[in-house]
C-alpha cells in the first residue's frame, strides 16, 4: 500500500513571502499525486495532480508543484502568497495501483499573516 | 450548480443514539466515499462505494454502516455512536475512476457524541 507523509503540521509565513509545502510519498509502482486545499469552515478541493508527463505541475490560485521520482516527493510551492492562502493542505495518493481508494496525509496548515 | 450536499452540518448527540448523516451529489458520480477528519490524522476513509449496491470498508469502517441504493445518495449510518465518533465528516464523489480523478467534497458535518 502506498502512503504519503507530510512533515510540517504547520508552516507559518509573511505576506507576498514564499512558501513550501513539503510531501513524500512511499511507491514503487506508477503514482498519480494530489494536493488538495480546505479552506476554514469548508470541504477540500482539488488545487493540482500529477498523472504523468511534465513533472512541474500548475495548479489554481498560483500553485505548482513538482514530481521529483528520485527523492519521492511532490512538494508544493508558490512564490508569493497572500492572507487568502492561509488553509489546511493535504497530499495524497492512490492506495494502491488499480484500487480506487486515496490516502491523505495529516495535512499542513499555512498561516500567512500581514 | 455541481454539488455534494450533507445533512446536517452540526450535530450533538448522546452515546447509543443511532442517527444517519445524508449526503447527496448531483453530478451523476459513480464514486462516494465517506471520510473522517481528526486533528493530526488528516482525512481517514470509512466507506465507500463504486456503484450503486456495491461498497467497500475503507481503513476505519468499525461503527459505521452505509447504503448505495440511489446513484446519487450515500447515507453514513451510526447505529450506536460512542464519543470516540466526535468528528469531522466529510462526503466526496467523483467519476468512476477515482484513483486519479478529482474527488469533490461536501462541506463537512460536525458530529459531537456525548
Known amino acids: 500500500a502506498q502512503s504519503v507523509t507530510q512533515l510540517d503540521s504547520q508552516v507559518p509565513v509573511f505576506e507576498e513571502a514564499p512558501v513550501e509545502l513539503r510531501c513524500n510519498y512511499s511507491?514503487?509502482?506508477?503514482?498519480?499525486l494530489f494536493w488538495y486545499v480546505q479552506y476554514p469552515n469548508q470541504g477540500l478541493q482539488l488545487l493540482l495532480k500529477y498523472l504523468s508527463g511534465s513533472t512541474l505541475v500548475k495548479g489554481i490560485n498560483g500553485f505548482e508543484a513538482e514530481f521529483n521520482k528520485s527523492q519521492t516527493s511532490f512538494h508544493l510551492r508558490k512564490p508569493s502568497v497572500h492572507i487568502s492562502d492561509t488553509a489546511e493542505y493535504f497530499c495524497a495518493v492512490p492506495w494502491n495501483t488499480g484500487f480506487q481508494k486515496l490516502v491523505f496525509g495529516t495535512g499542513t496548515r499555512l498561516l500567512v499573516s500581514p | 450548480e455541481a454539488q455534494v450536499t450533507q445533512n446536517p452540518r452540526y450535530l450533538i448527540t448522546v452515546t447509543g443514539k443511532k442517527l444517519t448523516v445524508t449526503c447527496s451529489q448531483n453530478m451523476n458520480h459513480e464514486y462516494m466515499s465517506w471520510y473522517r477528519q481528526d486533528p493530526g490524522l488528516g482525512l481517514r476513509q470509512i466507506y465507500y462505494s463504486m456503484n450503486v449496491e456495491v461498497t467497500d470498508k475503507g481503513d476505519v469502517p468499525e461503527g459505521y454502516k452505509v447504503s448505495r441504493k440511489e446513484k446519487r445518495n450515500f447515507p453514513l449510518i451510526l447505529e450506536s455512536p460512542s464519543p470516540n465518533q466526535t468528528s469531522l465528516y466529510f462526503c466526496?464523489?467523483?467519476?468512476?475512476?477515482?484513483?486519479?480523478?478529482?474527488?469533490?467534497f461536501g462541506p463537512g458535518t460536525r458530529l459531537t457524541v456525548l
Open positions: 466526496a464523489s467523483s467519476t468512476r475512476a477515482a484513483s486519479y480523478n478529482e474527488q469533490f
Open positions: 511507491s514503487s509502482v506508477s503514482v498519480y
